[in-house]
C-alpha cells in the first residue's frame, strides 16, 4: 500500500504544474480536467493513508500516550480550526462551557485527530461528498480505543448532531469493541414509487455514476451525438430523476456508495415503468461469473469496461441501445480501405504503456493502427485490412460478456476477418 503513494505523487505533483503553467492557456473546459486530476489523485493519497490508518488501529499497534490536559483548551483548538470553513457556509460556530477547567486523562493527540477527520478537504461545490468518507470511520474507531463513543442524530432538511464523550480517566481494558450492523438498503429502494412521466422527443439518458471524472467522459462523448444526458450520482438521486422522467436508457455504474448498481438494477426490473429501460453497465470492477449471470437474467444491453472508453465502442452502444431494431439496416456497407505505403500493423492492446512501448517499436518501418478492445480491433481490421494483427490475449469487451478474451476467441477473430491463419507468442 505505501508502494502506492510513489507515482501517485507524481500524478499529483505533475498535474499541479500543469494546473500552473496552462491557466489561461488552454480552454476553461479542459483546464478543469487537469484540476479534477489533481484533486482527485489527492483525495486518492488520502484514502490510502486513512485505510493505512485503519489498518493499524485494527493490527492494534497504536501506541498510547496518556496525560493530564485541559479538554476546554482543546475543543478551543478545533473551533478555531473549522470557523473559517464555517464561515464560508455562513454557518454560526458556538463554543459554551460550564467551567474553565475540564481536566481529562487521556491521549491528547489522538482526541484532537477525531475532530481533524471531520474536516472537509476540498469544500468546493463540485465535491458531493468531503474527504475519502474514511474520516468519520477513523474518528469513531479512535474515540473507542480511547474508550469513548460518536453518537448521531439527524432530522430531515435541520441537520445533524454528533456527540463525542470520553472518559475522564483512559483505561485500556475500556477500550470499546462495536459488531458492525447491515441495514437492508435493497429492501428499503424497493419501496420507492417509480412513475412514467411524459417526455420529450429528444432522447433521454441516465447516467448513473458518482466519479466525477467519469460523468466528464462520458457526458461529452454521449451529449457530442445530440443526445439529452441526466446526471445521478447516487440510487437515492437515479430514483428521484426516475420518479419525474422515465429516461429512454440508462448507463450505470455498479460501485456506488450506499446502494450499489446491482440493486438499482434488480429494482429496475421488478417495476413495471422501468422493466424494459435498456441500460448499459459501466464499471470498472472485475465480474465474477454469478455476478456476470445476474446482469444477463437482468437483461443489460452491454458491459463496458471504465477508464480508457474507446469513444466509438461507446457511441456504437448508445445507437444500438436507443435504437436496437434499425441501427444495423441503417449501417453502410464499408469496403476495406488499403493504406497505401509501409505494412500495416493493426495494434489491439488495452494497456496504455504496451501501446506506446509498440508505437515506439514500429513507427518509421510500419503503419501502425491501434485498438484498445476486442470490438474496435475487429471493426479497424475490417476496415483497413491489415498486413499483420498484435493482439493482446486479455481484453476487455467481448460482446455483451465482459469477460476476457481467450487464445480460440482470438484465432477465429484473425482466421474469420482476415481469412488467415495465426501464430501465438507470449508478451
Known amino acids: 500500500m505505501i508502494k502506492l503513494r510513489t507515482p501517485l505523487n507524481s500524478v499529483i505533483a505533475l498535474s499541479g504544474v500543469l494546473n500552473r503553467r496552462l491557466a489561461k492557456q488552454i480552454p476553461e473546459e479542459e483546464y478543469s480536467y487537469i484540476k479534477v486530476i489533481e484533486r482527485n489523485g489527492k483525495n486518492l493519497l488520502m484514502l490510502i493513508n486513512d485505510i493505512l490508518d485503519i489498518s493499524r488501529i485494527e493490527a492494534g499497534r497504536e501506541e498510547f500516550e496518556i496525560t493530564k490536559f485541559n479538554a476546554n483548551n482543546l475543543v478551543t483548538e478545533v473551533v478555531t480550526m473549522i470557523r473559517p470553513q464555517a464561515n464560508q457556509k455562513n454557518i454560526e460556530l458556538l463554543f459554551e462551557s460550564s467551567v474553565s477547567d475540564l481536566f481529562i486523562c487521556s491521549d491528547a493527540d489522538k482526541c484532537r485527530h477525531i475532530f481533524d477527520e471531520f474536516r472537509q478537504a476540498d469544500g468546493s461545490t463540485t465535491r458531493r461528498f468531503g474527504g475519502t468518507g474514511l474520516g468519520l470511520a477513523i474518528a469513531k474507531k479512535y474515540s473507542n480505543l480511547l474508550g469513548g463513543t460518536i453518537l448521531v442524530k439527524s432530522t430531515l432538511e435541520k441537520g445533524s448532531e454528533f456527540t463525542l464523550s470520553l472518559p475522564l480517566r483512559y483505561v485500556a481494558d475500556n477500550r470499546i469493541v462495536e459488531v458492525e450492523t447491515t441495514t437492508d438498503s435493497h429492501q428499503a429502494i424497493k419501496q420507492t414509487t417509480l412513475k412514467p412521466v411524459s417526455t420529450s422527443s429528444d432522447k433521454t439518458i441516465l447516467l448513473v455514476e458518482d ?3 467519469a460523468i466528464i467522459q462520458i457526458k461529452d462523448l454521449v451529449e457530442g451525438m445530440g443526445y439529452r444526458v441526466l446526471v445521478a450520482h447516487d440510487a437515492s438521486e437515479a430514483f428521484g430523476i426516475i420518479d419525474q422522467i422515465i429516461p429512454d436508457a440508462m448507463m450505470l455504474d455498479l460501485i456506488m456508495p450506499g446502494v450499489d448498481g446491482f440493486e438499482v438494477l434488480e ?5 413495471e415503468p422501468t422493466a424494459h429501460i435498456p441500460v448499459l453497465i459501466l464499471t470498472a470492477k472485475h465480474i465474477t461469473k454469478d455476478e456476470l449471470k445476474f446482469l444477463r437474467r437482468n437483461n443489460i444491453h452491454q458491459l463496458i469496461q471504465k477508464g480508457d472508453v474507446n469513444r466509438r465502442e461507446l457511441q456504437s452502444a448508445v445507437t444500438n441501445m436507443l435504437f436496437p431494431d434499425t441501427v444495423e439496416a441503417v449501417k453502410p456497407q464499408r469496403k476495406p480501405q488499403p493504406i497505401e505505403g509501409n505494412p500495416v500493423v493493426l495494434v489491439v492492446e488495452d494497456n496504455p504503456d504496451n501501446m506506446i512501448t509498440m508505437k515506439a517499436l514500429l ?5 501502425v493502427l491501434e485498438a484498445t478492445d476486442g470490438r474496435a480491433g475487429i471493426e479497424m481490421a475490417k476496415e483497413f485490412e491489415p498486413n499483420l494483427v498484435l493482439m493482446d490475449i486479455a481484453l476487455p469487451g467481448r460482446k455483451c460478456s ?6 480460440e476467441i482470438a484465432k477465429v477473430f484473425i482466421e474469420k476477418v482476415l481469412g488467415s491463419k495465426m501464430h501465438f507468442a507470449g508478451k
Do not use: K
Open 211 to 213: 466519479n466525477e471524472s
Open 267 to 271: 429494482t429496475l426490473r421488478n417495476a
Open 363 to 367: 513507427t518509421g518501418h510500419y503503419t
Open 402 to 407: 465482459g469477460t476476457q478474451f481467450d487464445p
